[in-house]
């Protein structure tokens, strides 16, 4: 079966930072790229792309809302993918999601999720 599972979300004050995790299991991890996208009451149930990485890691992207703060790295031999979250705003509170075989849409794969609060 194959599954992610995030992690390091939590409460923080506008400015400061995170490093999420993503643990992956039950494929061949280092064969695919992954995204990271995020999810917000005010958007409802669609799914917010913010990061890419390569299947070695060696190429990235990021969209508009957050690049220049966040970034994403991989570990591929402990089949782990984290996102750097810096001067983080009051915005980017939402539900943050790893995700392999992103179709614009929906993952193929996705975890359950991190909940990152940024708040005073």
């Known amino acids: 079966e194959m599954k992610l599972v995030e992690s390091g979300g939590g409460l923080v004050q506008p400015g400061g930072s995170l490093r999420l995790s993503c643990a992956a299991s039950?494929?061949?991890?280092?064969?695919?790229?992954l995204i990271w996208v995020r999810q917000t009451p005010t958007k409802g149930l669609e799914l917010e792309w913010i990061s890419y990485i390569s299947n070695r890691g060696s190429g990235t992207n990021y969209a508009a809302s957050v690049k220049g703060r966040f970034i994403v790295t991989r570990d591929n031999a402990r089949n782990t993918m984290y996102l750097q979250l810096n001067s983080l705003k009051t915005d980017d509170t939402a539900m943050y999601y790893c995700?392999?075989?992103?179709?614009?849409?929906?993952?193929?794969?996705r975890g359950q999720g991190t909940q990152v609060t940024v708040s005073s």
């Open positions: 039950g494929f061949a991890f280092s064969d695919y790229p």
């Open positions: 995700c392999k075989g992103w179709d614009g849409d929906e993952c193929e794969v």
